[in-house]
């Protein structure tokens, strides 16, 4: 079974800093998927971005990026600029694809606070 | 908004009783997977339906049980509830197989509450 596992259960960076979020994994399969999802106050889960593991080009999507380490098994979100709507919990994703069954397994998520 | 709807938004119970969660997947997605988010156990997938049928499952317990529509729209069911059973449940779906991101989008979630 695949694990994921986010060390940081919370973090504090200050607004137009840079964070970086951590999380490894744990898989025997080569081809899989890997993401980033935030969950702010609302509480509404909502996609940061995504990596497919046949890409050795990390992911980017605005100020989020991936530092994906395939060998290492890690895979970090990086933050920059932080803005105070970056306040959430951050939560690690993988996912096997087999078909048409493709469950997300979660780490425990890491509370981010973004202060003035 | 994702596009993926679920009703109620909240509700509150006593154990014991039995309930029912709903959701419609957006327009096309042919996936419903059904997860749970409580404080001890995490966000632990339940169970995934495709087109109608059972598809994968994960840590659901035997007094929960789920369907998928013919209009794809999905329930959770949810007996015997105990004070544990508390928790935000969500729905999300994803496209037909083919899609090269397998994205799932998330609804708002059902707040349950079992007193």
């Known amino acids: 079974a695949q694990t994921v596992t986010q060390s940081q259960p919370e973090m504090s960076v200050q607004e137009a800093e840079t964070v970086t979020l951590s999380c490894t994994y744990d898989t025997s399969e080569n081809n899989y998927y890997l993401f980033w999802y935030k969950q702010p106050p609302s509480r509404q889960m909502i ?4 990596q497919e593991a046949y890409k050795q080009q990390n992911a980017t999507e605005n100020r989020f990026s991936v530092n ?24 690690c994703a993988f996912m096997l694809p087999t078909g048409t069954a493709s469950k997300l397994t979660f780490g425990t998520g890491t509370r981010l606070q973004v202060t003035l | 908004d994702s596009g993926v709807t679920q009703t109620p938004k909240h509700l509150i119970t006593a154990t014991g009783q039995r309930v029912t969660l709903r959701c419609s997947p957006r327009s096309g997605d042919l996936s419903v997977y059904w997860y749970q988010q ?3 156990q995490g966000l632990q997938f339940l169970i995934q339906y495709y087109n109608g049928e059972e598809r994968a499952k994960g840590n659901i317990l035997e007094r929960f049980s789920a369907q998928q529509f013919p209009d794809l729209h999905s329930e959770l069911n949810l007996s015997s509830l ?7 449940y969500f729905c999300a779906s994803s496209p037909p197989g083919g899609s090269s991101y397998n994205e799932q989008f998330f609804g708002p979630g059902t707040r349950l509450t079992v007193l």
């Open chain 1, 47 to 50: 996609l940061v971005i995504r």
């Open chain 1, 68 to 91: 994906f380490q395939k060998a290492a098994k890690s895979f970090s979100l990086k933050i920059s600029d932080s803005q105070l709507g970056d306040t959430a919990m951050y939560f």
């Open chain 2, 38 to 40: 409580s404080l001890d």
């Open chain 2, 82 to 88: 105990e004070l544990g059973d508390s928790a935000l």
